[in-house]
């Protein structure tokens, strides 16, 4: 049972465009909801993270908005560049456990 | 600067052969992670540690252990890799409630 569940799989966006992807969960236990951008043959990095008191965070052309009511959370990405292009996991901690449960994942494709 | 720092970063192994893959961290973090991520898939967490304590995960096979000698090392033994252990193996650290960090990865092949 997958425990969070991220869409699109795939997105084409065109340079200067808004990317949006979209996260929702159901386990209440979830304190921490971050972002990672992953490249090719590298490791996810930290991208930006929220807490569930906080309704969005913005850090640059990056954006969390949260709803904790539905239990969905997404990411925005303004001004949407080549550079962007990569593959983009939400994940979730579990305050119980020190562990974290990723989504599928998203592969963003920003077209020149 | 501090960070999160994997070896080799390229393993080559045969089929049956035990290898090891080394994490070290130089975060001082309390918890370590190993995950195992296959080409387009999410990572898959193995095991952590919290300080010395091992949790592992119930659908981790038998076929892989974990090592933590101290809080800036941590070790991953496949004691007999099979070919579907290819993947990348990513080690990540945290404090507690804190923010996770991940190295770069071990892309481990097995012929």
């Known amino acids: 049972q997958q425990q969070v569940k991220q869409s699109p799989q795939s997105l084409i966006v065109q340079k200067g465009g808004i990317s949006i992807i979209n996260c929702a969960y159901e386990n209440t236990a979830f304190d921490y909801f971050p972002w990672y951008q992953q490249f090719p043959g590298k490791g996810p990095a930290l991208l930006i993270a929220i807490r569930p008191d906080v309704s969005e965070k913005k850090e640059g052309r990056f954006t969390i908005s949260f709803n904790k009511s539905a239990k969905q959370f997404s990411l925005h990405i303004m001004d949407s560049q080549p550079g962007d292009s990569a593959t983009y996991f939400c994940a979730a901690r579990n305050r119980g456990f020190n562990k974290f449960y990723f989504g599928s994942g998203t592969k963003l494709n920003v077209k020149p | 600067d501090a960070m999160v720092i994997q070896n080799p970063r390229y393993q080559v192994t045969q089929f049956g052969k035990p290898v090891t893959l080394s994490c070290s961290q130089t975060?001082?973090?309390?918890?370590m992670y190993w995950y195992q991520q296959k080409s387009s898939q999410a990572p898959k967490l193995l095991f952590h540690y919290y300080d010395k304590d091992f949790n592992n995960e119930a659908d981790t096979p038998d076929n892989f252990q974990s090592r933590r000698p101290n809080t800036s090392f941590c070790f991953l033994d496949i004691r007999s890799p099979g070919l579907g252990d290819a993947a990348m193996y990513l080690c990540?650290?945290?404090?507690?409630?804190?923010?996770?960090?991940f190295g770069p990865g071990t892309r481990l092949t097995v012929t």
């Open positions: 990540a650290t945290s404090r507690l409630m804190g923010e996770q960090y």
């Open positions: 975060l001082n973090h309390n918890v």
